[in-house]
């Protein structure tokens, strides 16, 4: 409910089409109708308040939940997608719900057509090694669901300055940058120095021993020298996708 | 050096005017000229290669460090910012530079005139409580610095919901959003489920026991349900400044 | 043995009718009796001591030993239940006591009625995800088997903040509420701030990478700015059962 | 604004005396006003809303802060009070507000009379060893400051048993117990198993190595055997008595 | 190679039956001898040295090498023992050493008689919570083993204080104590302040969430204050066997 | 209050000499006698309980506490003792307490003639550092105080082995060894493979950077290869001759 | 590209047979050609750069990455290693991939024969138990295939002093050491005080409990008092050995 | 004692010049003599026996005790050096020993002359920032102190990419390169993929919030992807120092 539906209420109970009774209980539950009571409650309504509709975060949902907020949110949406779904999870819901499509190296799924979105500048999605792909693959992927032209760079770590160098140009031409690296996770710093693009850097959790699951990545990210770099969670393509969109879409608004 | 001087050089070197031997040293060294060999060495082309100017980090340096490195800045760029001083310190750099202008609040320093820089879209910089102001100003003063214009709104955590929402209209009038937060910081998750801005999130150090001087709210920043939220170390004020600032000439350029 | 029993022993000592000696024994070994040198030592007085019966903990027992304890405790309280059972484990407990009822989502068994307890005030239980769901109902359970009206709220996550208002009148409503919320665990604090009950709140291991299986949500509700809310360890919906429900008898006690 | 006084807006509305848009205005900031745009926002409101006063945390403050929020909340409420106040502190702001009372084991400062507040239920704080005793008198200062009858009893920790079970009696008296304990903090554990009283423990940061400064004080209480035990932070006596007045009200409620 | 065996050594240089080189390449491998450049080296004179025989730990080791050393030791020694052997890998070893005996809740293999050794006074185990088990029967059977007399005392765990108190007297008969705790570990703390025995404890990873798998419970006894009790690592029931051995021996020594 | 006295109360209630109703009110607080209500409560009857009196903690009291202490326990016991009293809190004890004795290594404080205690046998305390020796020397002097004989070996840490060797004979004459070591605890896991005593290991604070004010320490000795070494917290000189003491005791008991 | 090729290029220019676009190309590419745009970019250049050729890393790759890579090194360098291959792995690899050898205890795969490698001083490596033998063995497998003649010694941790000194000759005939060790790692520790060569410690996660997955392990070497001993990864037997190649190289360079 | 002196006592023996039992005595204590007894005993034969002297750490040493080692073991090995004074303690030493160097910028001491010691290969001390010079110059005081000729390069850290390019030719001109880096660390990596020399990493504790004192430095260098660096503990630039002296040595030994 925008300002003009609430105008509306207000003139309807002026003119009393609409009693105050009614009307305070239509405000006291704030301008949204939540489906209160079940168990599974998406929220449709998410894209018009914060310019981004609900994701499906697969990792703590059954089949039958993961299937029930696809169908739920493509009804309302178009089209909906499911992350962090493992080949297993992802046949269980393709056997409920057989139009899902199943993007494998990111491990997320797809319901319906990608619907029309705002448009967005391009994004340039950098990975430093092939480990760290299936998270690099989660941000294009969610970053085109939302609308966003895609540009993928991989295995460009620090080890190998040269590989990464090579690519600059490449980087550049994109208006904003994910950068997605586990380990001690230099390249962001390294890149945040060469680059004047806004950047986003993902933990990932590859690696062993000291890397404590990307805890040390995440910290060195954080800890970085090259300023301007913001982080997300610890393999989250997600997040760094709906931040990248969120800044590409306001360099190319009218 | 950016391409042109390159092609310059290079044909400088077909017509005979530059040695290839001198071109060798000139390209071997990259196109950037260092002072190699000082303990101090600033990076006054920083600007031309990230699009930001070195700022001074003056918790790790003596007064003298400070002075010596702000006059260096002010000199090739106009102007020059230290963070990270304290009230002692920052009279110690006065001592020694009597130009120089002490920011009380954020802890900063600046010298010489705001240099013009490139156009910018309104931020608006969100902090929790009271104690979170000095990093909120840290913010603040680097924005403006760097040549945004901002909006502040302070005091407005979570335990009074109240107030933030009487205040979501001036944030949502910002292109960008900074949101200050210690202790559990919740702000930044009920916010990003509010507004379809970019906001990067600072958590603080505010807090005691289990808050761990900041890695509580860092950690609750980053598990955030609210996707799109992205984050900056404990404290940062100066690069969520620097984040923001780039996202916000992205959304204004030409 | 209270008081009475006590000045009843002390005056069978001063009639002759029990020995100093045999007094002593009794004394020595204090007021109860416990089934010294059993692996498995079920207390049945526990109720009459803390006003809570002894609650049987799965995870670490073999499905024998939940079998021994529920029949035990059965047959001195009239029913029973254990926590922390898997499906698997239920299915083996079931095999070797038939009339053990199965509770799917909170991973619980009970035998035999729900005892008849004291009366208690309503509690709410509100919880932020679908996947916090399990911990919720756990809750509920314990709640229930102790004597208490329950109200469940699912899926009202700060992100969303309308869902919550919407159901702000159901929460207030109830006498205690307990707030079960996982990733950054901020419901609890935006809750702490809008109702005036006494609020326990359950992190959950629910969430990845930063979220360390619950510690940065124990961490953020620990650290709420919003004063009165009190915690138990993560996934801990017993506590939070029985710690309510202590609070909910005194609510309505003559 | 309460929902009479969204009725009575509505139906000013229906009769035009107030215009929709006017009203819509004061809706859109919600039923509350904040003084948006001062640095310090005191929330005088906060008692209407959840049944606690604001009260001044003193430690992140300076005592300009501190004399300003005491002095404005004393103006609204008839008393205020801080916490968290230094000995040095302390004499810094009673030299700006004469009238303010230093308490000067549980470092808190008062400013007026303590205003009249709902009946509550006896509360008794009971603390494990001498070092525990400011943060329990912060908790028993706030406690009274909100209209709870308050038990002391000190230095009764479990290394000798003997000195706990001779207070039984006077532990038993009260209806909600608050326990305050550093060190391994076993205190509310053996306590918890004897008494049938809502208790809310609260690890202190004393002890030394491996104490962590609280952190394993704070992990033993939550991972404690004795369920229905509900934890606040580390050396947290103020969140302990708000939580312990709020059960205490509902107690002796009509 | 003892004392007496040297001096030999040195006599029969000094009369020429053995060369100086030869003696010299004897004690340059100090007075032991070990099988060097094995992968598996067993060392049968640790008794000798540290009055305490060498004992196969079996978790990081495999079938066959658990086979190999608990043949070479009980060759050298009479009898030998292995523990962490989780029930597949101890049947993999019976059917390598058909003649080894499985221990089933402490996860243990013996095999051969329990060789003679010095006298021990006796040790009382006593044990907190069912889930315990394992440990204080590792504990005891490494006692045994070792030669000591054993008294187990199981699921005596601060909650229900009484079951405790009324099994001090046979606590006391002991004069080495080792308490076996996880969760919150108050029981040694309790059991500290009642007893002037030597106290050996065992914290155990029984827990869930914030007990971190036992390290909660080790920190708290560390910290307990109840001056004495000294600590061995998580679980480590073998290493509190050892040493209350070693003090019973003492204890008895003629 | 012992079995003796216990029988003699009850003696006393036959033959009418108390009333029932007194000797419940002797019984109910148990067989001792706490001075309940004040705040430093001193347990002169710890020593009757445990073997070993209340020593005085001074880290986290202040003066006029440690004076009060000292006083009350050296006027029950003939002799009192307090550990972590720094230099400047050292002499304000001394300004209230003049017949206090200042041990400056140890950092701690005596009052009285050191009382006559049970026979203990010979104890060695090794340390591994010149750092190490205030802990050393605070375990020494409590030992002593407590009626061991000490042999103090300095400086013996394992980088420089050939001093340790050095000193193996000492060591083997005492029947108990505390071992103190900080940065990466290495000497006790060397000593404990050499010697067959019962040995008690105190890591300690010294070090830097990722000793972590010795929890690696801490750590190491708890993962120690060598079985049968038990641990005490950091810095915790007391714990370990405490420990050591009852050992000692038993070793030498007729 | 070296600086005579990158002389060369210049006077190409000079001379007009490369245009400056072209070699400004050429240049901003940096001197290395990376085939840019695939998942597994190899980098059969590294070994000129680094001195040590690229290895495969299995632990993050499937079977057909580990299978592409060591193809396409084997194909540049003649011979290709890959390291943390569990058995499946390594089935499936040899499935794809006849050729290649299964190194079982090491957990490896080598492809075609070991390359010609410059000339490397003896190395020596040194494990302190059974459970350490991967880890050692990797050590030794990559050393081996870069070119060092290797000596294994293993089970000579510090609780059986003698072994460890039984082999110092050993040791000392190699110019570098790798010292192997889990638990608390005391080996290392104990033998940088008696042999004078380069020493690079690894720490295993062999052990449990506090043992933290080898982070005490870690902690303690990095802690160690014995100077000049230096530390990779936890289980990193690859980086030792790169590492000790590296020094071993300039031990025996002409 | 080496294997010629054990010959020739042992001959001694043979001949009847040393009795068997003064043989005996002299090889029980190891073939070293230790002036066993003292609390601070100087290892003046460690060189010898490591090629590398003592050096007196002074962080926990009082000025008494550096003065008298620094006296010891100058007379012993002709020159001594301290490190960890800080300024104060600086000046105490001073005024004990007049002869004293202080060294501001590494915090050190020297007393004497640099007394000779092996050749040794050229050693390069990179540095990240500003910040760490204290760390850089600590490591080459003690490189130098050792025999070492040092190349300094300071504030060449990734955020400025071409600082670093344009000094790779002189860092390529060493040995062996000590690479001293706070923050996030990264330089180290960066590094080790460009340059074919062993390279010892130094973590410092530079940085703030995350940073966590070092301790995400140190993961990082030790999580680095570019194989063959091994790193020291935070801060410790004497053990870079000793571990690049013996790889030095190594590489010119004749």
Redesign the interface.
């Given at each position: 409910m925008d300002?003009s539906q609430?105008?509306k209420l207000?003139?309807a109970?002026?003119e009393?089409h609409v009693s105050?009774?009614d009307?305070?209980n239509q405000?006291?539950?704030?301008?949204?109708a939540?489906e209160?009571?079940?168990?599974?409650?998406v929220?449709p309504h998410?894209e018009l308040?914060?310019?981004?509709p609900e994701?499906v975060f697969g990792?703590?949902?059954t089949p039958e939940?993961i299937a029930a907020a696809l169908s739920a949110l493509a009804k309302h949406n178009g089209g909906a997608l499911a992350t962090?779904v493992d080949a297993d999870k992802a046949r269980a819901v393709k056997a409920l719900l057989p139009d899902v499509v199943i993007h494998e190296v990111p491990r997320a799924l797809t319901l319906g057509p990608t619907p029309a979105r705002p448009a967005c500048?391009p994004i340039c999605i950098v990975c430093?090694?092939?480990?760290d792909?299936p998270i690099a693959e989660e941000a294009a992927l969610v970053s085109e669901f939302l609308g966003a032209p895609v540009t993928r760079?991989?295995?460009?770590?620090?080890?190998?300055?040269?590989?990464l160098?090579?690519?600059?140009?490449d980087i550049r031409k994109a208006?904003?940058v994910i950068a997605v690296a586990g380990?001690?996770?230099?390249l962001p710093?390294?890149l945040?120095?060469?680059?004047?693009?806004?950047m986003?850097a993902v933990?990932t959790?590859?690696?062993?021993?000291?890397?404590?699951?990307?805890?040390?990545?995440?910290?060195?990210?954080?800890?970085?020298?090259?300023?301007?770099?913001?982080?997300?969670?610890?393999?989250?393509g997600?997040?760094?996708a709906?931040?990248a969109?969120?800044?590409g879409r306001?360099?190319v608004?009218p």
């Open positions: 300002r609430l105008e207000l003139a109970v002026r009393g105050p009774d009307a305070a405000l006291a539950r704030l301008p949204y939540a209160a009571g079940e168990a599974v409650v929220d998410r308040r914060t310019g981004v994701l990792a703590s949902k939940q962090r500048a430093a090694g092939t480990s792909l760079i991989a295995d460009v770590g620090v080890a190998g300055l040269h590989r160098l090579a690519r600059l140009d208006d904003v380990m001690e996770a230099a710093s390294v945040g120095g060469l680059v004047d693009r806004p986003i933990p959790s590859v690696g062993y021993g000291v890397s404590l699951d990307g805890l040390v990545a995440l910290g060195g990210l954080l800890a970085s020298c090259a300023p301007g770099i913001t982080v997300v969670n610890i393999d989250n997600v997040g760094a709906v931040a969109v969120k800044i306001l360099a608004r």
